[in-house]
């Protein structure tokens, strides 16, 4: 079985780059951010208490999990949420999440 998924970021100029992302560690989307040396803050540590890991997902939403409450209402504190915005830190990285498309919250 296949523990590897290919994730697509937009990167700030548009551009969209591709990671292969292990589905075997029990990393988060955040964790593996953080890894792949994206500028993500995650000031809480992946707690869902303070919304500085927040992606808007682009493609494969209907991939993830269902939001929780703790992380709607964290997401809910955003001044410029989007309805596509989760919390990356609550995104467990699973098989089904390959092709997932994704970019850091509020970068333009």
């Not at 209907?62 to 929780?68: D, F, G």
């Not at 995104?91 to 994704?102: A, F, I």
């Amino acid at each position: 079985m296949e523990n590897n998924i290919t994730i697509y970021m937009q990167e700030p100029d548009g551009s969209v780059t591709s990671h292969e992302a292990p589905t075997d560690m029990g990393l988060s989307l955040m964790e593996f951010l953080k890894a792949s040396e994206y500028d993500i803050l995650a000031t809480c540590g992946g707690m869902a208490l303070c919304a500085t890991c927040c992606v808007d997902v682009l493609e494969g939403e209907e991939k993830l999990n269902e939001m929780t409450d703790d992380e709607y209402a964290m997401l809910d504190t955003l001044p410029d949420l989007l309805p596509n915005s989760r919390l990356a830190c609550q995104l467990q990285l699973h098989n089904n999440m390959d092709g997932l498309k994704v970019k850091l919250h509020g970068v333009s």
